[in-house]
């Protein structure tokens, strides 16, 4: 299956540390040399056992284990591979290069809903749909911190009033690494 039709959209838009998506690209593209996949008969009768298969048209769910971004987990002598890419293999053969998913289900397994292609095919895609975020995630905008802007005011202001790294901390339940990062500017040093 060829790629999607809609993958000629500009990238001109800026990431989050001031790269280019195209330079995002370049970086990217070194890191990602997929391993190829030897697979016996027993192999892929059991892959096809982890498999919900709907109608031809529907998503196929993996249905065994997951990584941490919904991607099925299948695993292969000593080494584990993303489930979608299995699927691939089993019914087009091995490719050096991405599968990617057309229906942007992660633990979708339809060898209809999957096609080769690069990295840059696989972001072009995400651009095009409106599904890449790009844009400032410091500070309370990233959905994992901890702290608010007016903590780290108050942590700053602690440490200034002769408070030790230790204490305020254990006040705020993080770190005293993170607390000497605050207070050295090395974290939030956009307040």
Request: proline share 3%; glycine share 8%.
């Amino acid at each position: 299956m060829s790629a999607p039709a809609n993958m000629s959209a500009s990238f001109l838009s800026v990431g989050r540390a001031g790269r280019t998506l195209k330079n995002n690209f370049k970086r990217w593209g070194a890191m990602i040399k997929p391993r190829p996949i030897k697979l016996t008969e027993a192999d892929k009768v059991r892959f096809w056992e982890k498999v919900d298969k709907c109608g031809p048209c529907e998503c196929w769910e993996w249905t065994k284990g997951c990584n941490d971004k919904g991607y099925g987990k299948f695993r292969i002598g000593d080494f584990t591979y993303l489930a979608h890419r299995v699927a691939f293999v089993v019914t087009n053969g091995d490719t050096k290069l991405q599968v990617c998913h057309a229906c942007n289900n992660p633990s979708c397994c339809n060898p209809a809903h999957l096609f080769a292609g690069t990295q840059k095919d696989n972001i072009q895609q995400c651009v095009a749909e409106g599904r890449y975020v790009c844009g400032d995630f410091r500070g309370e905008r990233n959905n994992c911190a901890k702290l608010t802007e007016s903590d780290v005011c108050e942590i700053r202001a602690l440490y200034t009033d002769g408070w030790l790294q230790r204490e305020i901390a254990e006040e705020y339940d993080v770190h005293q690494s993170d607390i000497s990062r605050i207070c050295s500017g090395r974290q939030w040093r956009h307040i």
